[in-house]
Nanobody, 125 residues
């Protein structure tokens, strides 16, 4: 069974940075799609960023463009999310997602097959 394990969450002040990691096991996501989602209490799960792991093409939600960077280390089968200039509204549980299909845009949450357990990000003002 595919496993996605996130790490790197924590608490930071506004303006700070965090780097999230997502290690995948049992399936190698090459020429596939991987992404990051977040969900705040009482809100719907929203897409943050995704990457076509074959072409390296990246897609971002407007709310994080210019602040977050998604990347992928194929040799390590690991996905990253570098988050800079964090804002209190970025506070949420962050989830890693993956699918064996290739993607050409930031898919909505219901299109993804595999999910991690989540890592909490809290940004204080």
């Amino acid at each position: 069974q595919v496993q996605l394990v996130e790490s790197g969450g924590g608490s930071v002040q506004a303006g700070g940075s965090l780097r999230l990691s997502c290690a995948a096991s049992r399936v190698t996501f090459i020429r596939s799609c991987m992404g990051w989602f977040r969900q705040a209490p009482g809100k719907e799960r929203e897409g943050v960023a995704s990457i076509n792991t074959g072409a390296g093409t990246t897609y971002y939600a407007d709310s994080v463009k210019g602040r977050f960077t998604i990347s992928r280390d194929n040799a390590k089968n690991t996905l990253y999310l570098q988050m800079n200039s964090l804002k209190p509204e970025d506070t949420a549980m962050y989830y890693c997602a993956a699918d064996l299909a290739s993607c050409s845009y930031l898919w909505p949450h219901y299109m993804w097959t595999y999910w991690g357990q989540g890592t909490q990000v809290t940004v204080s003002s």
